[in-house]
């Protein structure tokens, strides 16, 4: 809706910045509106163009996550295994630190008194060949413990490999992301400059959105995701259900979001309000078109309102978490509730698809 405070200031800074308001001629004007919804499509379509983006790298990166955690799955009985391999070459480090130590503590003459004092020289190779052999026995017990570890370690080795370079997967898509989303926050930010300036030709763009919705020509990129068109509990879900009215079983084609009469009703998207009329079971349905996804066009629906709580026009453009109506108990219904429609396709009125996929 206009907000005549900021339409005063804005009309101050067309003038500065040459552009026509209200008194200009009005072809000069809407030939001025045309160009801001231009510029306002080719900012919509960088947005879209980057939220492609960065709905790749979010999925990159969730994967990169997924495949981690199966390697770290994987490298777990390595890690048990490289644990029981290193308490053994530990247990038997300690056995030749135990052997090393009391030699030293007997110390060199000790040791050599126990060689000599064998009763022959055989006696006496024997006692030394005995005393070497010890040493060598646990040292060489130790070196095989030891390889067996470095065995584990190189298996261990090629996981933590895979993990690293998964992680700099992530590293790479994260910073790739957060580049989109500071250039996203200046497009936005131009993009809201130019919301002010569609306020204040509010009237100009309804009359032209109008004629180009009748015509086909209306056209823009969608930019969602969308948002909870209500700050109320969600009573029924899409699918297929028996109609708590009529008792026939049918295909529930949206979300019902149920609170008090008079509770705000918000815009899902930025979009243009292309229809809001009485309906058969609906009770006052608006519709709103968010634009273009994929070639096929997005509208969301809004329906049991009363006409006095209506607050948009047809032609009006309007932006996601602006109020547009009310909750109501108007039409086929069992009680004060919103029934919320997605729809996505080819025509004015395609198909309804689950609107849990396309809210944020």
């Known amino acids: 809706m206009k907000n005549r405070a900021i339409a005063c200031t804005l009309a101050a800074a067309l003038l500065v910045a040459g552009l026509p308001f209200h ?18 499509a080719d900012i919509l379509d960088q947005i879209s ?19 981690v955690k199966k390697i770290e799955k994987q490298v777990e009985p390595v890690q048990l ?46 006692r030394f060949e005995y005393a070497r052999l010890f040493i060598k026995q646990d040292y060489a017990l130790f070196q095989k413990r030891m390889e067996k570890v470095r065995e584990v370690e190189e298996q261990k080795k090629k996981y933590d490999q895979l993990i690293a370079k998964q992680q700099e997967e992530i590293k790479k898509a994260h910073d790739a992301f957060n580049k ?97 009329r009485s309906s058969s079971g609906y009770g006052w349905l608006i519709t709103i078109y968010h634009g273009n996804k994929n070639g096929k066009r997005v509208f969301t629906r809004y329906a049991h309102s009363y006409p006095y709580q209506v607050k948009v ?27 919320f429609e997605v729809r996505y396709g080819y025509g004015d009125n395609p198909p309804a698809v689950n609107p849990k996929s396309w809210l944020r």
Do not use: C
């Open 23 to 40: 008194g200009a001629s009005a072809e000069n004007v809407r030939e001025k509106v045309k160009e801001i919804r231009e510029k306002k």
């Open 49 to 67: 163009q980057k939220n492609a983006e960065m709905q790749k790298y979010e999925q990159t990166i969730r994967e990169a996550q997924e495949e």
């Open 81 to 126: 295994e490289l644990k029981k391999r290193m308490d053994e070459a530990e247990e038997v480090n300690k056995v030749f630190k135990q052997r090393l130590r009391f030699l030293y503590q007997k110390g060199e003459m000790n040791y050599m008194a126990n060689v000599l004092a064998a009763d022959s020289f055989n006696d006496f190779l024997t």
């Open 180 to 276: 989109l989303m500071e250039e996203m926050k200046k497009d936005k930010s131009n993009l809201q400059k130019i919301h002010a300036t569609e306020e204040y030709y509010e009237d100009e763009l309804i009359e032209i959105n109008l004629e180009e919705w009748r015509s086909g020509k209306l056209t823009f990129p969608y930019t969602g995701p969308m948002i909870r068109p209500a700050k109320v509990r969600e009573s029924s879900g899409y699918g297929y259900r028996v109609h708590p009215v009529t008792g026939v079983g049918r295909m529930h084609e949206g979300i019902d979001y149920a609170g008090p009469v008079g509770t705000p009703i918000y815009a899902a998207a930025d979009g243009v309000v292309v229809s809001s």
């Open 313 to 339: 026009r047809v032609g009006q453009q309007v932006y996601a978490g602006e109020q547009i109506s009310s909750i109501g108990n108007n039409g086929l219904s069992t009680g004060p509730h919103l029934h």
